[in-house]
Nanobody, 124 residues
């Protein structure tokens, strides 16, 4: 089993920054990649960013390209999401997810484990 714990959410003004962390425990070494998703009230959960554990290849939703950066610390088994130039549209619960196999990094159904989520609220 793999456990994921997100931290770092909070309230920030538009234009500000936050960094989310996702600590991975359990059989983390068996994971192929990690992702961040978000879900706003009344909307479906959507892909934000993804990264592979070994090569560190990164992927982003168009809505966050140039503003968000996903990274991983292999030694700490932690994945980060640096969010800059935040907009009110970025307000959502953010979820960390892990996937065991390669495939579409953008599809939430390809992820096997999920964290409990952390709330990000961007005020105008």
């Amino acid at each position: 089993q793999v456990q994921l714990v997100e931290t770092g959410g909070g309230l920030v003004q538009a234009g500000g920054s936050l960094r989310l962390s996702c600590a991975v425990s359990g059989r983390a070494v068996s994971m192929y990649g990690m992702g961040w998703f978000r879900q706003a009230p009344g909307k479906e959960r959507e892909f934000v960013a993804g990264i592979t554990w070994s090569g560190g290849s990164t992927y982003y939703a168009d809505s966050v390209k140039g503003r968000f950066t996903i990274s991983r610390d292999y030694a700490k088994i932690t994945v980060y999401l640096q969010m800059n130039s935040l907009k009110t549209d970025d307000t959502a619960a953010y979820y960390c997810a892990a996937r065991r196999y390669s495939g579409s990094v953008y599809n939430r159904n390809g992820y096997d484990y999920w964290g409990q989520g952390t709330q990000v609220t961007v005020s105008s």
